[in-house]
């Protein structure tokens, strides 16, 4: 069974400070991984698709990387906007055909002034 | 402007009592899913539909249902069988089922057992 585990759970950062969240997955075989941003009491905003290990892609302050075994979510110079739960997930293969969405738990990001 | 709505956005049920969890998308999106998200778990999947007039049970859908009479709509229904319905309700679509297909959410119905 496919897992995807996040750390950290909380993250506060101050205005302007970088950092790092980390998604580390378990699947029978890569075939891609998804970062979505959540705001509280509302559904995932997708921003991220990575579909090989080696790939980058980024978005303003957001950058992720994707390598065999994990994800990094990077952000830099981040501004109190930021301030969401970041999630990552991996399709994972339905019995009755196609594919469903493993999520971790998150990362609560908060960014102070 | 595209996208997926959910309806209502908080929902309170009675000891007893079905309830039914709207959701449209304007995507034209093939594949519609259901998820559960409870505190300090990751969403969990109910159900799923392929393609109208077709749906499939998740890894959680005891005690729900659901139909897919409509591309652009797949209602769920949460029945007295579901013993601990309390938690945010996620619908999502996706343009087909491939992996690399991004599924798109919307934002979300709160459902309270009395």
């Known amino acids: 069974e496919d897992q995807v585990t996040q750390s950290p759970e909380a993250l506060r950062l101050q205005e302007g400070e970088s950092s790092s969240l980390n998604c580390s997955y378990t699947?029978?075989?890569?075939?891609?991984l998804f970062w979505y941003r959540q705001d509280p009491g509302k559904g995932p905003e997708f921003l991220f698709t990575l579909y090989s290990a080696g790939e980058e892609k980024e978005k303003e302050r957001l950058k992720a990387t994707l390598t065999k075994k994990e994800s990094f979510l990077h952000i830099t110079a981040p501004k109190p906007e930021d301030s969401a739960t970041y999630l990552c997930a991996v399709p994972s293969i339905l019995t009755g055909g196609g594919n469903k969405l493993t999520f971790g738990t998150g990362t609560q990001l908060k960014v102070e002034l | 402007d595209g996208g997926i709505t959910q309806s209502p956005k908080y929902l309170f049920r009675k000891e007893g009592q079905n309830v039914t969890l709207s959701c449209e998308q304007n995507l034209n999106h093939d594949a519609m899913y259901w998820y559960r998200q409870d505190p300090g778990q990751g969403l969990r999947l109910i159900y799923y539909s392929q393609i109208v007039n077709d749906f499939q049970k998740g890894d959680i859908a005891e005690g729900y249902s659901v139909s897919r009479e409509k591309k652009e709509s797949f209602p769920l229904t949460v029945t007295s069988a579901q013993k601990n319905p309390t938690a945010f309700y996620l619908c999502?679509?996706?343009?087909?089922?491939?992996?690399?297909?991004?599924?798109?959410f919307g934002p979300g119905t709160r459902l309270t057992v009395l």
């Open positions: 699947v029978s075989g890569l075939r891609g």
């Open positions: 999502a679509s996706s343009i087909g089922v491939a992996a690399y297909n991004e599924q798109f």
